[in-house]
């Protein structure tokens, strides 16, 4: 019987073992979970495309993820290059050459097809790739890839709209539309709008026109009143005396409404770039979150608000926008999450609660602390602030870490540099040794910061005017000394209250 124990014994400590191994092997086996891009071409894709005029494609980058579980420089972005075509960055909302993308928010792609450097046709693309990870890239579904094709020079304008379809509110402010020339050498003269033998006829009417001259590359707007009565999406006809003949539509409703809030959650601290949809926004006046008002209200158009969140107890909560028509509310639109390491908030990522935030990714990976050997008399261990300011002042046209850090901006949607209307950060600086360490100590934590060697702003005491601390991820809160022409890692910070 002894014998038969121990045998049973054995048996089953072997089963064991090897069942939390079937477990182990499996759970490391599981394939890391995918971002869930989407890719919508808001403008007609398969054109054609004079050799003497430009034409312009805009898509919606949606990132379609609920909650950021995968570490935030993943949800840094990029589109692929593309020959004859340049990615125009500078309007509102607009995606950035590189841009971050945060859960259940967006951005508008706008290219910009260049005739002139059309040597052949664009068949495929745009692609949006992972800056982290280039081999994993999204496209839009194959009705709407690009299918440019170059054709001969063309005698009139070529012209285009922005904005359509523009919805607006009854008795609502002016609905607006831009018109781009996008011809290189034609002028587009008289460009109006038509709603003869539509449903728009009378009950709306074009208030003002800036396009009488239109020079090669240039815009103008068409402005539009509401009257009294509502219609549905309908198309009319915009075209000038040398134009080809566009479409775009209007609707007119009884009164604003909120559709959707993204990201639709945030910390606590606030001060989190969202983005409100809906319908005739173009009046908004205010957005607020549990009655707290946010900041930075910003209309993009008659559909899109963007806005920052304020501060809030954790719950979730109602949004309301009010317009100058009436007021709308989105209940339980937002959730405020208790204050972590690794929430995004003012332009980075919390990376303590008692006061830092770090840029969401690297700033650099291959930086001087400074060009030459130089005293600066920065040899603060705590105060990042007061050690950057001394090193710019005496390293002013040098490239160096500090300078970095103090030039660096975002704004709350994530535009670098800042974009008019968003709220602007831009007092950032270079870490302190201490502070540096307590960057590092959370990396395991929020996943941000790669296997390097990253310089704090700390100048030694041991031949200051030639040596710096710099710090090694893998070697948390273990400082060293080294040169200060050698090349590391910066990742630029900034302080807040919580």
């Avoid at 079937?22 to 004079?50: C, F, H, W, Y």
């Avoid at 890839?145 to 009139?156: A, E, R």
Wanted: glycine letters at 6%; aromatic letters at 6%; hydrophobic letters at 35%.
């Amino acid at each position: 019987m002894q014998i038969i124990s121990k045998r049973f014994f054995m048996h089953c400590l072997l089963s064991f073992l090897l069942t939390g191994y079937m477990v182990s092997a499996a759970a490391e086996e599981k394939p890391e979970r995918k971002i869930s891009i989407n890719i919508q071409a808001l403008t007609p894709t398969d054109i054609k495309v004079p050799a003497n005029s430009n034409a312009t494609v805009e898509y919606r980058i949606s990132n379609k993820d609920l909650v950021m579980d995968l570490p935030y420089d993943r949800y840094n972005f990029a589109m692929k290059p593309v020959k004859g075509v340049v990615q125009n960055t500078s309007g509102s909302g607009l995606c950035g050459n590189s841009f971050v993308l945060h859960p259940m928010s967006a951005c508008v792609l706008s290219l910009q097809i260049k005739g002139s450097e059309l040597s052949a046709a664009i068949k495929s693309g745009p692609e949006i790739c992972d800056q982290q990870d280039p081999q994993t890239c999204f496209r839009p579904a194959s009705g709407d890839t690009l299918k440019i094709s170059p054709t001969k020079d063309t005698t009139d304008a070529v012209i285009s709209v922005t904005a359509s379809p523009l919805t607006l509110t009854l008795l609502d402010p002016v609905g607006t539309l831009t018109i781009n020339n996008n011809s290189t050498s034609v002028t587009a003269n008289d460009v109006m709008s038509s709603f003869n033998n539509t449903s728009l006829n009378g009950k709306i009417t074009e208030t003002g026109n800036t396009c009488a001259s239109i020079a090669p590359g240039g815009t103008c707007t068409l402005s539009f009143t509401p009257g009294s009565k509502t219609v549905s999406l309908t198309s009319f006809t915009i075209k000038g005396s040398n134009t080809n003949s566009l479409k775009a539509a209007i609707a007119i409703q009884t009164n604003s409404s909120l559709k959707s809030v993204s990201t639709n959650s945030g910390s606590a601290l606030g001060e989190n770039g969202v983005t409100l949809t809906g319908t005739g926004l173009n009046g908004t006046t205010a957005v607020s979150f549990d009655g707290e008002p946010a900041t930075s209200v910003k209309v993009i158009n008659s559909t899109t608000v963007t806005a920052v969140t304020p501060a809030h107890p954790a719950g979730t909560v109602s949004v309301q926008i009010d317009t100058s028509a009436n007021s709308a509310t989105l209940a339980k639109a937002y959730t405020y999450v208790a204050s972590a390491p690794g929430q995004p908030t003012g332009g980075g990522i919390v990376v303590s609660l008692d006061g830092l935030i770090t840029a969401s990714t690297d700033n650099s990976t291959s930086m001087a602390w400074s060009s030459k050997m130089i005293l600066t008399h920065a040899r603060s261990n705590i105060d990042g602030v007061f050690n950057t300011a001394n090193i710019v002042s005496l390293t002013e046209g040098d490239n160096n870490a500090a300078q970095l850090c103090n030039k660096y901006q975002v704004d709350s949607q994530g535009n670098t540099p800042c974009q008019a209307g968003n709220t602007c950060y831009s007092d950032w600086f270079l870490p302190a040794n201490k502070q540096l360490s307590t960057v590092l100590d959370k990396y395991k934590e929020t996943g941000f910061f790669e296997d390097s060697e990253y310089w704090s702003s700390t100048e030694s005491t041991n031949d200051p005017a030639e040596t710096a601390i710099a710090q090694r991820v893998i070697d948390r809160n273990i400082a060293f000394l080294t040169y200060k022409v050698d090349l590391k890692s910066v990742r630029c910070v900034r302080s807040f209250n919580p």
